[in-house]
């Protein structure tokens, strides 16, 4: 039976993708900060594991005890929504630490089993938002862009060795509690002179139109993991499918 590791599956995305799994018999270990089991379906295929990706010891720990893998999704991920002025620098920092330095931590660990048995697959989840230049998420955005980066360079290395890394990218997505949660963790302190200019942004955001559902990464997850052939960057959403075509990039 396959067995696929999730950060980040608390709640959206994580939480779809595991659930997406273990409804086609996969055993999925579904990692989290605080491990519990709230919205995913009571299987004997599920087990719920203590993960902190930005805790070296916590992910040895995490990657000992899952055993034998044969996906990594790596999901687990801060958002903020400000700008450069009304952002700390220390917060950006930890945000790094958790999006991109923590997606490179869980990678690093779980590749030496990956590369002795010349099988597996890595799937990093990134954002639509690295397609365009978009106000009020720089930080976030050099975030997501590095996740790129990282892993299109880290994929010819780990292609040495039978061993696939893939990116999806999801667009937004109002139904996931990760603004909320964004917020809630790194604050929202608005410099009184970008008042106006942020609360434009928000209209935006939450204006009608194409946007991103959990199931649609759930969905490119399974194919970026079960489809040898599946391209390098895979949308998630009808808005993330619309923003690939408009910058000429494969939707197929």
Do not use: C, H
Request: cysteine-free.
């Amino acid at each position: 039976m396959p067995r696929i590791l999730v950060t980040g599956a608390s709640s959206g995305f994580g939480r779809a993708v595991a659930a997406f799994f273990l409804d086609r018999d996969w055993e999925v270990i579904a990692t989290m900060r605080t491990p519990s089991g709230d919205g995913l379906p009571v299987s004997d295929r599920l087990r719920l594991l203590s993960l902190d990706v930005t805790d070296g010891n916590s992910i040895a720990a995490a990657v000992a005890a899952a055993g034998p893998l044969d996906a990594l999704v790596n999901n687990a991920g801060v958002g903020m929504l400000n700008v450069l002025e009304g952002a700390e620098i220390n917060r950006a920092r930890e945000l790094f630490e958790t999006n991109v330095l923590g997606t490179m931590a869980v990678t690093r660990a779980v590749m030496p089993a990956m590369r002795a048995r010349r099988s597996g697959v890595i799937v990093n989840i990134s954002s639509s938002v690295t397609l365009r230049p978009l106000p009020a998420l720089s930080i976030y955005s050099a975030s997501k862009a590095a996740v790129g980066a990282f892993t299109e360079s880290f994929a010819l290395e780990a292609a040495e060795f039978g061993v696939r890394a893939r990116l999806v990218l999801p667009g937004s997505a109002p139904e996931t509690s990760f603004g909320r949660n964004a917020v809630a963790r790194m604050g929202m302190d608005v410099p009184e002179a970008y008042g106006p200019f942020v609360q434009a942004v928000f209209r935006s955001l939450q204006s009608p139109g194409e946007k991103t559902q959990a199931l649609d990464v759930a969905q490119a997850v399974w194919r970026a993991v079960t489809d040898p052939a599946a391209p390098m960057k895979l949308p998630a959403g009808a808005d993330a499918r619309a923003w690939f075509r408009e910058a000429g990039l494969d939707t197929a």
